[in-house]
């Protein structure tokens, strides 16, 4: 067995959640408190289960995967620090090229400037180049790179070396290169999009071994872009959409079939399965027979920067719009579905607004909460997002 650490992006609790639902059988230890307050996990397995898993792949919260090399001592002094940095790096090239970065690390604070001295004093050539904990990883570029990182917890420090990291420019090809978009709306990020997906499907394959996910059939009743939709595609499942307005309906469309085409999924029947409709009025009829496994969404959360006094009024109106479309839900989806869906929530100067107070009514209509609402807020905005997942029986 051997240990890794995780870093988690922004996102740290829905992170968690997912690698816990996806991969239920790792056994996970996440750090709390200090600099990485829930960022960082510690995971145990064999080499070829980490390669098999393919986590970066398939994880939309997973940054970096870092092998821990050596656990020390929480008291370490600075010289046994940088002595086994350097031997770290010496036992894979005798000429390192190396980056290096440490969190959590107090009084112990070394830099590359001192490791580099100490290479050269033992008689070891070597080259830095800079890096950080979330930054590109140009070790993984050349063979004889490594990025190091030092971690110090109170159990002990972490000498870690960076081993595989999430492609951001696919990321970034999913989110900026479909055809259509609507920034206005507002969009959710694909990474957030696929933990949802990742979630809520990951609960519904644990309740039944002999489901799989090409079997399930995802709706999304605020479809938008289709951003939920593209993610579960790409893990092959059946997509459904839907959305009160027609051109984010052909544009959902546009955006699954160019998807489906950049990334070699196969396609589905886009015309018949993305449709318009207003989810007060959705009803069994447009899905054909099919009832639904996974309804993840995104729906309307209001004005994006609205004003203070507004807010009671823009709250009440969601109310409404989210209890019809809870009554409606009922009729399409099958018994023990689960559903991944945001809430809004603003911190105004004198009252908090949210949907909160739905859950109790929710849970009298067969909805039932997973897990703890977690809280999804995008830098800087003024309505926050809380997602929450239910069961429907
Ligand atoms: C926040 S956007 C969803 C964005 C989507 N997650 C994405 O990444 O592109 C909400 C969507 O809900 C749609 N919508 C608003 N009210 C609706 C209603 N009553 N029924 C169905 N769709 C509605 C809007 O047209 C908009 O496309």
Redesign the pocket.
């Known amino acids: 067995m051997s240990k890794f650490l995780f870093l988690f992006g922004n996102t740290p609790q829905l992170s968690l959640l997912e690698l816990d639902t996806v991969y239920p059988e790792l056994k996970s230890k996440v750090f709390v408190g200090g600099e990485l307050d829930g960022r960082l996990a510690l995971v145990e397995m064999d080499k070829e289960e980490l390669k098999e898993k393919d986590f970066l792949n398939r994880l939309g919260g997973l940054v970096k995967i870092f092998q821990v090399e050596k656990i020390l001592d929480f008291d370490s002094s600075l010289t046994e620090l940088k002595n086994a940095v350097l031997e770290c790096l010496i036992s894979k090239s005798q000429q390192p090229h190396f980056s290096f970065y440490q969190k959590g690390k107090g009084q112990k604070a070394i830099n590359h400037g001192q490791i580099k001295d100490l290479l050269k004093e033992k008689g070891y050539r070597s080259r830095y180049f800079k890096g950080s904990l979330d930054g590109s990883a140009f070790a993984l570029h050349q063979e004889s790179s490594q990025e190091i990182f030092l971690y110090h917890s109170l159990e002990g420090i972490f000498l870690s070396s960076l081993i595989a990291v999430q492609d951001i420019d696919d990321w970034t090809k999913r989110d900026r290169a479909k055809p259509y978009f609507n920034r206005k ?4 990020p694909p990474k957030v ?1 696929r933990m949802l997906v990742n979630i809520a499907s990951g609960m519904w394959l644990a309740e039944d071994g002999q489901r799989s996910i090409k079997e399930a059939k995802v709706f999304d ?8 939709l593209i993610e579960a595609l790409q893990l092959g499942s059946q997509v459904y959409g ?4 027609e051109q ?1 309906v052909w544009g959902t469309r546009e955006n699954l079939e160019w998807f489906a085409n950049a990334y070699q999924v196969e396609s589905q029947n886009f015309a018949k399965q993305i449709f318009m ?4 009025q959705l009803s069994q009829e447009k899905l054909g027979d099919q009832k639904i496994d996974l309804l993840i969404t ?4 209001g004005r994006q920067t609205p004003k203070e006094a507004e807010l009671a009024n823009i709250f009440k109106g969601l109310e409404k ?1 989210y209890l019809g479309a809870f009554n409606n839900f009922s009729k399409i989806l099958n018994p023990g579905a689960k559903i991944g869906i945001i809430f809004p929530k603003v911190v105004a100067e004198h009252q908090v607004f949210s949907l909160d107070h739905l859950i109790d009514k929710l849970n009298t209509k067969g909805y039932n909460l997973l897990v703890p609402p977690l809280l999804y807020a995008r830098s800087g905005a003024r309505v926050q997002r809380e997602v929450y997942f239910f069961t429907f029986n």
Not at 185 to 188: P, Q, R, V
Not at 242 to 245: C, F, G, K, S, V
Not at 277 to 280: E, M, S
Request: aromatic content about 8%; some cysteine; proline content about 7%.
């Open positions: 709306k507002g969009m959710l999009a009743p605020f479809c938008g872009t289709g951003t939920i839907a959305d009160l307005d984010a409709a207003d989810v007060g995104e729906p309307f959360l719009l």
